[in-house]
């Protein structure tokens, strides 16, 4: 139930840079390098996959191969380390799992547990092989206890950079953003009018006060002040069913209209209407028909298209609102 939440892709491509570095990565040949803003290569392509830099440092593994499974195909296995702005290996390439930089700190696990290190590939925080967790955001990262063996829902406590427990929360909560994190509980049972699954959707503030009470059937982290939140689940996580944006208090800013919301950016966010959603077995889900829109804080639609890419560079600048 948990893993959709965890699971994020993200495709990086010759004009990503969202780090500040001035590097972004590229491939040749199957290996990944990076190159600079000019298009001068200052990492040679050796690795097989690479992660954005954060921090001055990026994630890089050698030896990861294809898997293919039914609906999709990623790389696994090899190992990781981290290199600097100039390529040098800073950390070595001994690690099963490297997450970038956040808070000054990485998340790396390998068959000794799960530890943070800092940008000198120091351990600052040793979390041994007891459970999963979370990136530092806003100075806090969540720790997660799998009780489901006792009939009981996930835990989650967040510590601080020096690995300090800070509060505890029944419930499994995701990183902070904006002084409010999304927190999963489940419910004693099974509610088709809400969710096909057993999932409710709050958020809990830093003090550890749950000031929206779970009650919708997904939500996703603020950003700019509004959260886009499912009224109920009845498909896959991310697309379908009805839409809106609550501010801080819970209170809905934009009324629940479209069957897809992403976060708001530079004041605009996309959205889509309409359309049939098809979820095949051997592919990603996807929209036939219908229309994605631009629209700004209060849900006005400044632009409507039929194509998603096109919103790009819209987004990174905003529209006019008149």
């Not at 925080?125 to 806003?138: N, R």
């Not at 009939?151 to 690995?163: C, E, N, P, Q, V």
């Not at 999304?182 to 809990?204: A, F, H, I, P, T």
Request: include cysteine.
């Amino acid at each position: 139930m948990y893993a959709a939440i965890l699971i994020v892709t993200t495709l990086l491509t010759a004009t990503d840079d969202t780090s500040g570095s001035g590097l972004v990565p590229f491939e040749k040949a199957e290996k990944w390098g990076f190159k600079n803003a000019t298009g001068k290569i200052v990492v040679e392509p050796k690795y097989d996959e690479v992660g954005e830099f954060s921090d001055g440092l990026a994630p890089v593994n050698q030896g990861a191969k294809w898997e293919h499974y039914m609906n999709f195909s990623m790389k696994e296995g090899g190992k990781w380390g981290y290199i600097d702005t100039n390529g040098k290996l800073v950390v070595p390439i001994t690690l099963d799992y490297a997450r970038k930089f956040s808070d000054g700190l990485a998340r790396v696990s390998d068959g000794r547990g799960t530890r943070y290190l800092d940008q000198s590939g120091k351990v600052v925080i040793d979390l041994g092989c007891d459970g999963g967790a979370g990136d530092f955001h806003e100075g806090l990262a969540p720790v997660y206890k799998d009780r489901s063996l006792a009939g009981r829902d996930w835990r989650t406590t967040f510590i601080d950079r020096k690995g300090r427990k800070v509060f505890v929360v029944d419930g499994y909560a995701e990183e902070f953003s904006e002084g409010m994190a999304v927190l999963c509980v489940k419910q004693e049972k099974l509610d088709l009018s809400v969710s096909n699954e057993r999932s409710r959707y709050g958020y809990v503030e830093r003090s550890g006060k749950v000031t929206i009470p779970p009650r919708f059937g997904e939500a996703l982290a603020f950003h700019e002040g509004l959260a886009a939140i499912r009224l109920k689940k009845t498909t896959v996580y991310g697309m379908g069913d009805t839409w809106g944006y609550i501010d801080k208090s819970g209170k809905y800013v934009i009324v629940p209209q479209f069957n897809e919301a992403h976060p708001f950016r530079n004041g605009v966010a996309r959205v889509h209407v309409g359309g049939n959603l098809l979820t095949p077995s051997d592919m990603r889900p996807f929209w036939i028909g219908g229309e994605w829109q631009l629209v700004d804080r209060l849900g006005k639609v400044l632009k409507r298209s039929q194509k998603w890419l096109e919103y790009e560079d819209a987004i990174k600048t905003k529209l006019p609102s008149g």
